[in-house]
């Protein structure tokens, strides 16, 4: 394929729950009325995964690649909020990772990297990627069953680019970042209106690097830039906060 790369792979994985999940734990929050616990009984997740990407080298240091992905998971591990009412009417949420039935994730990528951009005196590198997902998992109780096309803490859309300028007469850098991450859920609840997830949001980061020497450099970096918060949100769409 003259300067393109073609790879391919096909793969079974498995995951051990997270510590957090699996330690028999109690989390309580009462100003928010909030229970977390953890689960002992958690099975491990398993997938199975193909994925295709071609690829092509730029210079000595650069890349563009394209990629499509399938998982079909099995046991895969998603937080599940219930609710409480006691004797006084009050309503706590308890929330408990527990093992899915069914899941599945598709998706593809793009990724982009250039070391090797130049503008006169000027270099500049390049970093891209972005992903576009679209998952699934089936979560079934003794009350029903729900279909939730997203995988937990699984963004559909995310994507990041980063420009470093190199300044030549100060022996300085220069990198702006901006991180994109589409809304998602994180804990599934009996119905749309129980389930709890983040919007989307744009982050800026800047950092400013200059070497002093062969020992010594440094920096500042400007982390969040625009102070873009990450809301606990709940609804059809995670339009209200929570």
């Given amino acids: 394929m003259g300067d393109w790369v073609l790879r391919g792979a096909y793969t079974h994985t498995i995951g051990r729950p997270s510590f957090g999940d699996i330690s028999p734990r109690t989390r309580i929050n009462r100003s928010d009325s909030e229970v977390e616990l953890g689960n002992p009984e958690l ?83 390049v970093l891209f990627n972005a992903a576009q997902m679209d998952g699934k998992m089936v979560y079934r109780w003794t009350g029903g069953e729900r279909t939730i096309h997203q995988l937990a803490s699984q963004p559909k859309t995310i994507a990041n680019l980063g420009i470093t300028w190199h300044m030549p007469w100060l022996n300085t850098s220069l990198t702006v970042s901006e991180n994109y991450t589409g809304k998602h859920i994180f804990t599934i609840g009996a119905n749309s209106w129980g389930d709890r997830g983040f919007r989307s949001r744009y982050v800026t980061d800047v950092s400013l690097k200059t070497r002093i020497n062969d020992k010594r450099s440094f920096g500042l970096t400007a982390a969040n830039l625009f102070g873009e918060d990450q809301y606990q949100t709940v609804g059809d769409n995670f339009e209200y906060m929570r």
């Fill in 43 to 125: 099975d491990p997740y398993k997938s199975r995964n193909i994925d295709f990407s071609l690829e092509r080298y730029i210079g000595e240091s650069g890349i563009f690649s394209m990629g499509v992905f399938h998982k079909d998971i099995s046991d895969n591990i998603a937080g599940i909020t219930t609710e409480s009412t006691d004797a006084e009417g009050r309503v706590t949420s308890i929330n408990t990772p527990q093992n899915l039935e069914d899941s599945s994730v598709r998706g593809v990528e793009l990724s982009l990297i250039n070391r090797d951009m130049t503008l006169g005196e000027h270099r500049f590198d």
